[in-house]
């Protein structure tokens, strides 16, 4: 049966990379973003190499309408196998400066809009009796950064939706991981990209590439890894060795 790969954020970056990865995957790719006009210009290049694909305008954060957009893609496809939370943002700051607006909004896009995804898709994966869910996650989720109190606590937040997740899914079949980047070349981090004491801190010396993330995403998506759950995979240059 043909496969649907829903990825959100894929409008950019990680994202982006991924959805073109998982085109070699499923049959079928989603990229849900609130940048449309980035989610159907990708979409088209899709079709064009002969994928079923759709993009749909979507905020993460709208329990609401991410419930009608899982309903949406499942009418449509017939199935959801494989769900990539990428939609992020970051708004860095130091604690002692960082307003409470800073922390929410950081807080709601990449926690509850990984939650509510989750929670929506994850009901029809466990009717297939399968699917593959990955959650990106980040370095600054498991050792912390200073300036990213919100960021860390976020994605910190997003490793414990996935071990929860593939907890009480597993005897579902379906499966949830999470991968923990380093610092990747996007536009997140385009301030960073010439900055010589963020390279430096770096064991590899070089950012990493949305396409290598994108590799890794592809490797938990698949067959390959059918015996991996509940697992946080770090993708990083050695940053947290
Ligand atoms: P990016 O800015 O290139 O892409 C993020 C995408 O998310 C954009 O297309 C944006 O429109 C979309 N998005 C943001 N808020 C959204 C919302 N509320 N609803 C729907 N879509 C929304 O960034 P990226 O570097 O590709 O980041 C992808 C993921 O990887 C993020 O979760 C980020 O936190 C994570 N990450 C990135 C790095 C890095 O170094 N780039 C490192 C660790 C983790």
Known sequence: MAKTAVITGGASGIGKQTAIRLAQLAENIVVVDRNIDG??????????????????SLDVTDFEAVKKAAAEIKKEFGSIDILVNCAGIRKDGLLAM?????FDQVIDVNLKGTFNMVRHCAPIMMKQKSGSIINIASVAGTMGNAGQTNYSASKAGVIGITKSVARELVSRGVRCNAVAPGFVGTEMTAEFADNEEVI????????????????????????SSAYITGQVINIDGGMDI
């Not at 960082?98 to 800073?102: L, P, S, V, Y």
């Open 39 to 56: 989610a159907e210009e990708l979409i088209e290049n899709l079709q064009k190499a002969g994928n079923g694909a759709k993009a749909i």
């Open 98 to 102: 960082m307003k409470e607006e800073a």
């Open 200 to 223: 430096a801190s770096i064991p590899m010396k070089r950012m990493g590439k949305p396409e290598e993330v994108a590799e890794l995403i592809a490797f938990l998506a698949s067959d």
